[in-house]
């Protein structure tokens, strides 16, 4: 793997159980790792024990606190949008061009593809091609960042539409990012979904591959990381983020036809500006 790229994976109170590391290994990624927790996460030193001292970055989370927009007064230091800001900062100190941000919950980032007219998935072996890959898209495409898609990305498979599209406008959990080209994330909860699509809005591009698939474990089934936070808001108060930063393009919604849940909705019509096809140029008299 390239030597001025790394994963960061952005942990906190789970030294014993970052799930992510096996999966990327057990891919075939052969590069460099980093474990990004805070000055406040009481394993400091499990995480050293596990990882090695000089692959554990820790960064001081009031003052990056002081330096984000939480959209709330909470004054909340459960979130991982300290953690997301400060990793432009410890790629420059690192000297890295790239890194991909991963959350610690990985159990495995697989392959999609359609056969027999399903959309089947099976286990990647060549994470080393893959990023390298996504690092070429990044460049090329201009966007800010490009991720994997999500399990929720894929519903109703290859008739639900999604994986046909290639690309889909957004970007959430897993981040290829350029050192140079910093991302400010916003909102104490769903960052992710507040941020893209006010940066959309603008004309920033954020872009998911539907060919990979992160497979995260259930939500609150571990401990630590943001579970307590999100067990006492529920998706109630994390919808409503993207809602307060987008309000003309993202609405309450039921999420399942069982067990439902409050999620939010993203009209993309409102959300970002499109290329409008050169058919429909109005010509004026002066071109013809």
Known sequence: MRNDFAVFILTHGR??????????????????????????????????????????????????YDRADTMDNFNDHRAIIYARNECWRIAEELGLKYFLMLDDDYKSIDYRYEEDGKLKYKPSHDFDRVFEDMIQFLEVSGADTVAFCQGGDFVGGVDGGNFHK??????????????????????TMNEDVVTYTTLSSRGHLFFSNTQYCVVQLPTQSLSGGMTDAYKEGGTYLKTFYAIMSMPSAVKVSMMYATHKRIHHRINWEHTAPKILNEKWRKERKEDT
């Open 15 to 64: 030294a014993d159980n970052v799930v992510t590391v096996p999966a990327i290994k057990k891919a075939g990624y052969t590069g460099k790792i980093y474990f990004i927790i805070d000055d406040e996460d009481e394993q400091a030193e499990e995480y050293k024990k596990n990882f090695g001292a000089d692959r554990v970055i820790i960064f001081d989370k009031q003052a990056a």
């Open 166 to 187: 290639g690309l889909l406008r957004k970007a959430m959990n897993s981040f290829f990012c350029k050192t140079d080209t910093p991302i400010e994330y916003r909102g």
